[in-house]
C-alpha cells in the first residue's frame, strides 16, 4: 500500500517557465494515491509523504537542493518542509488553494463524527480531519527560522497568496520572507 505516489500531471501555466524539472505529490488518499487504514490525517503526516518525496528526487537527480511550490494546503506542507529539510530545500512558494486556512489557531473541543463508508478519493475523512487542523501562527513561523538557519537563501520563503490566514499573516511577517508573485518566486529560485 502506498501512502502517497508521484501525481501524474499536466504541468499547470503558472509553471511552464520553470527551466527545470517539475513533478508533483499526491497526498494519502487524493488522486492515485491509497487511503490508509485508520486515517490520522494531520499536516505533519502529509509533511512525512513530502519528505520521503524530496528524498526520492534528490536521490534520483544530479542537484541536492529541490524548490517546492504548495497551494492550499500545499502551501503549509511546502513551508513545514523549507524548514524541516533546509539544506535540501532552495526555496519554498506557498499560494493560495483549498484548505489555505486549516483550522482553529489554538486547541478546540472537537466533536467526534462517523461518516459512511466510502472508497471516494480524496478521503471524506481527510478533507474534515485537515479541515480542523490546528495552525498556530507561532508554530507556522517556527519553520520560516528554521529554514533560514538552514538555507543558503537569504529569502528562502515566497509568499504568493493573496488570501492570508493568521498562520500565514505570521509567516509573511517573518524575516527571510517575500511577498512577490508566484512567476516572481519561481524566476528567483530558478538562480
Known sequence: MTASTTAPMTVPKWAEPWPGSIAALDFTGHGESTIPRGGGYTAELLLGDADAALAALVDEGNDNTITVAGRGLGAYIALQLAGARAS?????????????AGGPTGPTSQNFFRLPASDSVPDPYALIELGRDLRPPDYAASFVRLALAGSDLDEPIAVCSVFR???????????????TSVNEA???FAT
Do not use: C, R
Not at 490566514?165 to 511577498?179: C, M, N, R, S, T
Open 88 to 100: 535540501q530545500v532552495h526555496g519554498a512558494v506557498l499560494d493560495d488553494g483549498p484548505g489555505l
Open 186 to 188: 519561481l524566476e528567483t
Open 165 to 179: 490566514p493568521k498562520w500565514l499573516d505570521a509567516v509573511a511577517q517573518e524575516h527571510g520572507v517575500i511577498d
